[in-house]
């Protein structure tokens, strides 16, 4: 008997130690995630895989009610939310300052609070968090920018069955789109997520992003890791996925391509990155050459002044020696 409720208690412990850092309600969208991580690794902990939004009211409303009930969670909090910058200048005149929402590259937010304003930069890569406190059951908060690498922090995601938003139907039949048009990660697409019934889920491992297009259920968007995107329709006959100029399209191809791409971009951060040390380390060595150069060049021009006093002085001896010598004759 001992034996038994020992064994239950040590089940009970390893199933708090395991849920012990997600809170989630189950009437809400929203689960957190108070493991700290770095923002790449918060999605992909995200079983939705992508970090939450928080552009409409109604979001903000349903993650803080959350935050607040949330049993584990200190008076401070900050979290990653899917808002990132890359490759572009930030733009203070902007609600997202220039940010856009990973989920479907929107730069567009009902609600725009940020609690420290993101440096003025056009290189510099960004990612954005929700900082607050909870103080009973009020609940302070705004987006602060963050280093995506190098900070850990708790992370927020929408829940795989939580229903989107949709359109209302239309007069006539046909497929209905979301609002939002799903994204799924890791190149593929579920088969409840296409719209269209005549072409199949396309599949490509070495994209990042397969978007339905929004108010049109027979194209897709795909996006590599690099700034490579291409666009496919469900037509023709046979109807299949081709390209915008009617050609049928080639996943393998387009998947070769991605892959290409990613690791040309991979390649020259590379060697950018190792470009700057050896340009610094080249620039230091021609000033060091350059400081001894002129201080070689000084001592030999004090050399050769000394030489030119050293023989001045010889001939003016050796003519006043002339002058006593002839003095005595």
């Known amino acids: 008997m001992a034996f038994q409720l020992r064994s239950c208690w040590t089940f009970l412990c390893i199933v708090i130690f395991l849920l012990r850092n997600i809170s989630a309600d189950p009437s809400s969208r929203y689960t957190l995630n108070h493991t700290k991580v770095r ?37 401070e909090f900050t979290f990653w939310v899917g808002l990132r910058i890359k490759s572009k200048c930030v733009d203070l005149s902007k609600p997202l300052r220039g940010f856009w929402w990973l989920e479907n590259n929107s730069e567009e937010s009902e ?3 940020w ?6 930069s056009c290189t510099t890569s960004r990612c954005a968090a929700l900082k607050g406190r909870v ?12 280093p995506c690498d190098k900070q850990n922090n708790s992370f927020i995601y929408p829940l795989q069955h939580a229903t989107p938003e949709t359109t209302p139907a ?3 039949p046909g497929p209905k789109v979301t609002t939002s048009g799903p994204r799924l990660v890791n190149g593929s697409l579920s088969s409840s997520s296409l719209v269209s019934d005549l072409c199949q889920s396309p599949s490509i491992p070495e994209a990042r992003w397969i978007t339905l297009v929004p108010n ?19 037509s023709g006959e046979p109807t299949v996925w081709r390209l915008v100029n009617g050609s049928q399209a080639n ?11 990613n690791q040309k971009e991979h390649h020259s951060g590379l060697h950018s990155s190792i470009l700057i040390p050896v340009l610094i380390a080249v620039g230091v060595l021609v000033v060091l050459l350059v400081v001894i150069a002129v201080t070689v060049k000084c001592c030999l021009k004090r050399r050769s002044k000394k030489r030119a006093i050293k023989k001045a002085e010889k001939m003016e001896l050796k003519s006043k020696t002339r002058k006593d010598s002839f003095s005595l004759a």
Request: charged share 25%.
């Open 111 to 113: 609600v725009s609070r």
């Open 170 to 172: 239309p007069s006539d």
């Open 115 to 120: 609690v420290e304003e993101p440096e003025l």
């Open 216 to 234: 049109d259920g027979k194209r897709i968007k795909v996006e590599c890791w690099s700034s490579i995107r291409f666009e496919l329709v469900c």
């Open 39 to 75: 923002f790449s690794e918060a999605i992909k902990r995200c079983s939705s895989g992508v970090l939450t939004t928080i552009a409409t009211q109604q979001e903000v409303d349903d993650i803080l009610n959350l935050i607040s009930k949330s049993v584990l969670l200190e008076k």
């Open 135 to 146: 103080d009973g059951s009020n609940v302070t908060w705004g987006l602060i920018p963050l």
């Open 251 to 261: 996943f393998t191809a387009i998947g070769i391509v991605c892959a290409n791409a």
